[in-house]
């Protein structure tokens, strides 16, 4: 059996929007170098709806969700958003990515219609398609081209681009810091949640120490089981993210670390890449949300 591919992102979406919306996305997506999931390239004669749909989400790293009045009075596409929403609620880390549709009175019903989406951060397609584009790129670790071509304008073409080494200034590298930083944060805050959840003999807390650090701690029967804590810093570089664990840790900006994040670039991007210190655990580049996961597996490896 042919392994399946894994997509940047899958798109949720109400087919009447498809010919002015999604396909001018996709196009754009695609020039970009952002694979993206879509059901009329995915779907085949006699082919299970369903199971197709259910790979896609499975297999793609973000659901850009298409919100519009049509997708409001759709159901399957609500399904399918339904299902992201799980995936991202079951793991702790940001699969959904609402882009909302229609002019000023339609994106206020659109948010009246879904109140869990309305705590995220949305982007509003009549803005263009480079918006769209641009924060895709930060989220996947990924160098933004700086012009990118608007396919939702009548008048664009396909044009081939060539491959461009791309150069990062530490501008670039201090935004990727702070963004990784705020998802590892949110990534650690939704897990404690889930964790004491999953065994009622856990309970925990999340401690903010300023805005470049938090400390994490996990009670067992009443008693500290286990202590983190995450900071921008290490080894007086302002290039990564440090990680430090064991009971009673220092709780000072500094004290030292069991492992490490460092923010590292390539020609084709920018990512983290772990110290690996003391932990078995496949090392590469990772996207901020991957360098979460990275640390949490890590502090829970011995619970």
């Not at 996207?287 to 011995?302: C, D, I, N, S, V």
Request: proline share 3%.
């Amino acid at each position: 059996m042919t392994a399946s591919l894994i997509r940047d992102v899958f798109i949720c979406h109400a087919s009447v929007d498809k010919e002015h919306i999604v396909r001018p996305l996709a196009r754009a997506l695609d020039q970009a170098g952002i694979t993206c999931w879509l059901d009329e390239g995915e779907i085949r004669w006699g082919d299970d709806i369903t199971a197709k749909v259910n790979e896609g989400l499975k297999n793609s790293r973000y659901a850009i969700v298409v919100l519009s009045e049509s997708f409001s009075s759709r159901h399957w596409p609500q399904v399918e958003m339904s299902a992201a929403l799980s995936i991202e609620l079951s793991t702790g880390v940001t699969r959904v990515l609402p882009l909302l549709a229609g002019d000023d009175e339609a994106v206020e019903k659109i948010g009246n219609d879904f109140p869990l989406l309305r705590a995220k951060r949305h982007l509003l397609w009549k803005h263009g398609i480079s918006p769209i584009v641009m924060e895709l790129n930060l989220l996947l670790g990924r160098k933004s081209i700086a012009h990118t071509v608007d396919a939702a304008r009548p008048e664009s073409i396909t044009i081939p681009m060539p491959k461009i080494k791309h150069s990062f200034t530490d501008r670039d590298k201090h935004k990727f810091l702070d963004r990784a930083y705020e998802v590892i944060e949110g990534y650690f805050r939704q897990a404690l949640a889930q964790l004491e959840q999953f065994d009622q003999h856990f309970e925990t807390a999340l401690k903010k120490e300023g805005d470049a650090a938090f400390k994490c701690i996990i009670y067992k029967n009443g008693e500290v089981k286990q202590e983190c804590r995450v900071w921008i810093g290490g080894f007086g570089r302002l290039s990564q993210i440090a990680y430090a664990e064991g009971q009673n840790i220092d709780s000072r900006i500094g004290s030292s670390m069991n492992d490490w994040l460092s923010v590292e670039t390539s020609d084709d991007g920018i990512y983290l890449k772990p110290s690996g210190m003391g932990f078995s655990m496949e090392k590469g580049e990772l996207t901020p949300e991957q360098g979460a996961e990275y640390l949490w597996k890590r502090f829970t490896q011995y619970l």
